[in-house]
Antibody, heavy 122, light 107 residues
Framework: EVQLLESGGGLVQPGGSLRLSCAAS????????MSWVRQAPGKGLEWVSAISGSGGSTYYADSVKGRFTISRDNSKNTLYLQMNSLRAEDTAVYYC???????????????WGQGTTVTVSS | DIQMTQSPSSVSASVGDRVTITCRAS??????LAWYQQKPGKAPKLLIYAASSLQSGVPSRFSGSGSGTDFTLTISSLQPEDFATYYC?????????FGPGTKVDIK
């Protein structure tokens, strides 16, 4: 069964750091680009970051650029999101998602984890 | 960035009703559009990709259409399990952007 399982969320003070993990199973992890998407309480979906299958290419939303770092360890089938300089507006449920791509194009996100909650508050 | 809008923001409907949700992109995105369903407390689920292609395992009462800037998601006969929030997402260019969502609730 294809599965993604996030961990690492919690309560952190403004300016603090947190590292999220996403453990993948049931598919060839290294063959797929991956993303992080977040959802603030009562709000819609916001794409945060993406990384290619090899890890050689990374992409960020302007709202997190310079503060968040996406990475992956294909030997451990695990995706990461290092979050620094956290702000109250980063409070959200963070989902990891597998990108649904052909050899040339990506169409959306076809597998999602259950989400992990990050709360930034003093 | 490409901005996505959806209408209506919410719709009240009954089981068996036909429901149509519209999504509009701020610039042309060809057919690079996906639709997701999200139930409270759950992760989004991919329903439609490439504007009109049904994701594996998704019931055929869901269909998508459109290209360029205007798209629709149609539920032909609403079922109890379809009450949820629906989001469109453009996959034409980075950053991928989502619409604000359309909540389908019980009339």
């Amino acid at each position: 069964e294809v599965q993604l399982l996030e961990s690492g969320g919690g309560l952190v003070q403004p300016g603090g750091s947190l590292r999220l993990s996403c453990a993948a199973s049931g598919f060839t992890f290294s063959s797929y680009a991956m993303s992080w998407v977040r959802q603030a309480p009562g709000k819609g979906l916001e794409w945060v970051s993406a990384i290619s299958g090899s890890g050689g290419s990374t992409y960020y939303a302007d709202s997190v650029k310079g503060r968040f770092t996406i990475s992956r360890d294909n030997s451990k089938n695990t995706l990461y999101l290092q979050m620094n300089s956290l702000r109250a507006e980063d409070t959200a449920v963070y989902y990891c998602a597998k990108l649904y791509c052909s050899s040339t194009s990506c169409y959306g996100m076809d597998v999602w984890g259950q989400g992990t909650t990050v709360t930034v508050s003093s | 960035d490409i901005q996505m809008t959806q209408s209506p923001s919410s719709v009240s409907a009954s089981v068996g009703d036909r429901v149509t949700i519209t999504c509009r992109a701020s610039q042309g995105i060809s057919s690079w559009l996906a639709w997701y369903q999200q139930k409270p407390g759950k992760a989004p689920k991919l329903l439609i990709y490439a504007a009109s292609s049904l994701q594996s395992g998704v019931p055929s009462r869901f269909s998508g259409s459109g290209s360029g800037t205007d798209f629709t998601l149609t539920i032909s006969s609403l079922q109890p399990e379809d009450f949820a929030t629906y989001y469109c997402q453009q996959a034409n260019s980075f950053p991928p952007t989502f619409g604000p969502g359309t909540k389908v609730d019980i009339k």
